[in-house]
Structure formats: structure tokens, C-alpha cells
T-cell receptor
Framework: DVKVTQSSRYLVKRTGEKVFLECVQDMDHENMFWYRQDPGLGLRLIYFSYDVKMKEKGDIPEGYSVSREKKERFSLILESASTNQTSMYLC??????????????FGPGTRLLVL | KNEVEQSPQNLTAQEGEFITINCSYSVGISALHWLQQHPGGGIVSLFMLSSGKKKHGRLIATINIQEKHSSLHITASHPRDSAVYICADLPNTGNQFYFGTGTSLTVIP
């Protein structure tokens, strides 16, 4: 079974703190994704990566950065956390297929509260 | 603009009932993804389809490309089916999925 793990299930941080969310997958997937999920808005893509050291912006990259130094690990960084970044953060991974129709496998999510 | 809309937003059913959840989208797509999110957050992929119909156990997904519409059916519903069901489309012109806001299903024993 594919396993996608996230470093924390719950996290409480203060405004202005630097926050690291880590995601690890064990299936040698090329693609990795970071989403945030907010009530009434559905999942929105923050950043994704097709390969090591490669990253592309999603729909809402402002206030976030990412790092992919190893294939299995994709980190989301909040340089200076703000209260509007309180959300559920979900990581996902998939194989890269030419059709683009790759099934995504999700981690359990991290609920971040910024005070 | 790609819009993915689901209906209903909330659904309560008695155990054993047949359930239908609908998903409409506004642009041409190459694939549609149905996902299940359990309480606590974990998301599981149910189906990926680009035409016709797929079946897995008591779950059936259909898609009508011309009408830009997909449905997820659950036969003989059970309380363990209680979850949020999410559809996501992959536009022909893009490389990322766009997600609906989900349908929250509660199945009462």
C-alpha cells in the first residue's frame, strides 16, 4: 500500500513564527502536492513538484514556499505564519504519467492553528 | 473559469438506501476523480474516470462528458459510508486537479 505521512496531525503556532510541514511518501512517486482545505472552499493547490529540486506554483502560493531535496520528501514552509493560514494542510503524491490522469494518494492532514 | 460544483452539500440517509451524489463541471476535462474523506481528515481515492462507468463493490461512478456531469452512487448504504465525498476534475488544458467543496453524507442505522 502507498503510504503518505505528514509530520504532525495538529500544530499550534504564533503569528510570525516560521512553520515547517513535512510530507514523506514511500512509493517512489515523482509528483508531490501541497493543498490547503478550508470550509466551503474545497481543496486548493499551494505548490507541486514533479521531481527533486523542481517546484511549481499552484493557485495560492502567496505566503508559502516549498523544498524538495529528496524524492520522497516534500516540505511546505510558512516563512512568517499569519492567522489566515489557519487551515487543514494535505499532502499528496502520485506517479507521473503522460496522460496526466494519475491517482493521487493523500496523507492524513495537518490541522494548523495560528494564534 | 473551471468550476466544480457538487450537490447536495449535505445528505442524510437511512441504512440500506440508494444514494446519489452529483458533480458538475464547466470546462472540457481529461479525467474526473472521486475521493472519500473520513472524519479526521484522511482522503482516499475511489475512482478516476474519463468516460462511461466504473464499479467497485457497492460504489458506482458514471460520467457524461457531453453534459459535463458525473454521479457517484452508493447501493445498500451503510453507516460506515458516512464521510465527505469530493469530486475533482482535470481540465484538458491544465495539469492540476480542481476540487469541489464536497458532499457530507451521514447514514443512519
Amino acid at each position: 500500500d502507498v503510504k503518505v505521512t505528514q509530520s504532525s496531525r495538529y500544530l499550534v503556532k504564533r503569528t510570525g513564527e516560521k512553520v515547517f510541514l513535512e510530507c514523506v511518501q514511500d512509493m517512489d512517486h515523482e509528483n508531490m502536492f501541497w493543498y490547503r482545505q478550508d470550509p466551503g472552499l474545497g481543496l486548493r493547490l499551494i505548490y507541486f513538484s514533479y521531481d527533486v529540486k523542481m517546484k511549481e506554483k499552484g493557485d495560492i502560493p502567496e505566503g508559502y514556499s516549498v523544498s524538495r531535496e529528496k524524492k520522497e520528501r516534500f516540505s511546505l514552509i510558512l516563512e512568517s505564519a499569519s492567522t489566515n493560514q489557519t487551515s487543514m494542510y494535505l499532502c499528496a503524491s502520485s506517479f507521473r504519467m503522460t496522460s496526466g490522469r494519475e491517482t493521487q494518494y493523500f496523507g492524513p492532514g495537518t490541522r494548523l492553528l495560528v494564534l | 473559469k473551471n468550476e466544480v460544483e457538487q450537490s447536495p452539500q449535505n445528505l442524510t440517509a437511512q441504512e440500506g438506501e440508494f444514494i446519489t451524489i452529483n458533480c458538475s463541471y464547466s470546462v472540457g476535462i481529461s479525467a474526473l476523480h472521486w475521493l472519500q474523506q473520513h472524519p479526521g481528515g484522511g482522503i482516499v481515492s475511489l475512482f478516476m474516470l474519463s468516460s462511461g462507468k466504473k464499479k467497485h463493490g457497492r460504489l458506482i461512478a458514471t460520467i457524461n462528458i457531453q453534459e459535463k456531469h458525473s454521479s457517484l452512487h452508493i447501493t445498500a448504504s451503510h453507516p460506515r459510508d458516512s464521510a465527505v465525498y469530493i469530486c475533482a476534475d482535470l481540465p484538458n488544458t491544465g495539469n492540476q486537479f480542481y476540487f469541489g467543496t464536497g458532499t457530507s453524507l451521514t447514514v443512519i442505522p
